[in-house]
């Protein structure tokens, strides 16, 4: 008889367990396609039936944590391991008490929780510093209940470091995080280790063009790249080294996969989470749109019956060190947003 695999989860700073690969809801935005939010949530109910059941949104994904909500409901009792990972993201100006807990109760309404399971906040522009009122205001709040997890999104570690020396305890950081970009790696990885702060990992596919798809493609023009992560990761690559480069991470990464049978998507998910600082990797689906089930080959990601050896990392730094230095490009974590 087959084994069902188990998803295996990491416990973050306050105690709440998440699944080491969490479903991205940025592809119900509206953004990939036209979404049919009935659909969507069959689609995450099939996903959490066999183990995905945690799932990572933001207030300004469009309809994303309405649909997180139905899918709630539709659950009924079966709530067993469900986890709603949200993000806070305001347009910068004064942060109030008032207007952060009315935005914190508006997603727990939308999302059709009374406590949000984890809290990540994201701000535009560091040079207007209220995000550290925002900040204050969220750690009263998470302390008076109303927050599991405090966390961040898209902060340098400059910035990082500012609000814990602030007395505000932070418990992950969302990066892009990938074989093609590996800035977490040069300051960010030492700081959070420091500080008992993990890692959620977003990029780790480019948005699919880490995949056996685009192994030996020609280069896609822009009306080809058909959903805007598609578009963004592209972008990621131009800056890293180009085309020929990435064909070149590709053909390596194929490699390594047929050594130990698995995907493409396998290794270069397995590279992230192999990194200490990193708690999890979230990987994006399209609910809804294409409901393309990857499941079975994602399981693969997370089974210990392979691993990467010494020679392979070998080969895939080899690359690497051809390429730009993104950190130098895009400056640290997030330095694309500002
Ligand atoms: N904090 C931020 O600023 C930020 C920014 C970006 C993303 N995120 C988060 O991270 C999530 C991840 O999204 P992303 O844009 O970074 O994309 P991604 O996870 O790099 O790529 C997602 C795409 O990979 C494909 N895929 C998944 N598993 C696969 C497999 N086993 N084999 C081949 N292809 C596979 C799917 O394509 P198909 O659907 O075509 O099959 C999917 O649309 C988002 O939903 C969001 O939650 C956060």
Redo the contacts with the bound molecule.
């Keep these: 008889m087959a084994l069902i695999p188990v998803m295996p989860s990491t416990k973050l700073k306050n105690g709440l367990e998440v699944c080491k690969i969490i479903n991205?809801?940025?592809?119900v935005s509206g953004a990939h396609g036209n979404i049919e939010p009935q659909r969507a949530v069959l689609a995450m109910n099939n996903y959490a039936d066999v183990g995905f059941t945690s799932f990572?949104?933001a207030d300004i994904y469009g309809p994303a944590e309405d649909i997180f909500g139905t899918f709630i409901k539709s659950r009924g009792v079966d709530m067993t391991g469900i986890r709603g990972l949200t993000?806070m993201v305001p347009r910068v100006g004064e942060m109030t008490r008032e207007k952060v807990e009315k935005l914190v109760t508006k997603s727990m309404h939308r999302m059709s929780v009374d406590k949000l399971d984890c809290l990540q906040f994201?701000w535009w522009d560091y040079s207007d510093k209220r995000y550290l009122d925002a900040m204050k205001h969220l750690r009263d709040i998470q302390v008076d209940g109303k927050i599991k997890e405090l966390s961040l999104?898209?902060f340098s570690t400059e910035v990082m470091e500012e609000i814990v020396g602030n007395g505000i305890p932070i418990s992950t950081n969302?990066v892009?995080f990938s074989l093609v970009d590996t800035r977490p790696q040069k300051r960010m990885a030492e700081f959070c280790e420091k500080n008992s702060i993990k890692l959620f990992a977003?990029?780790?596919?480019?948005?699919?063009l880490l995949?056996e798809?685009y192994l030996g493609v020609a280069e896609p023009k822009p009306h080809e790249l058909i959903?805007a992560?598609l578009s963004?990761?592209k972008h990621i690559i131009d800056l890293w080294g180009g085309w020929a480069l990435f064909q070149e991470l590709l053909q390596v990464v194929h490699t390594i996969a047929e050594e130990h049978t698995v995907?493409i998507?396998n290794v270069a998910t397995r590279y992230i989470l192999d990194q200490p600082v990193v708690a999890s990797v979230?990987?994006?689906?399209?609910f809804g749109i294409?409901d393309?089930d990857?499941t079975e080959?994602?399981f693969r990601s997370i089974s210990q019956t392979w691993s990467l050896t010494k020679e392979n990392l070998a080969t895939i730094e080899a690359v690497q060190n051809k390429s730009n230095d993104l950190f130098s490009v895009l400056g640290d974590c997030g330095g694309e947003?500002r």
């Design positions: 991205g809801m940025w592809q990572d949104m993000k994201h999104t898209n969302q892009q977003y990029g780790v596919l480019c948005g699919g995949s798809k959903t992560s963004k990761y995907s998507a979230i990987i994006g689906c399209r294409a393309s990857h080959d994602n947003y």
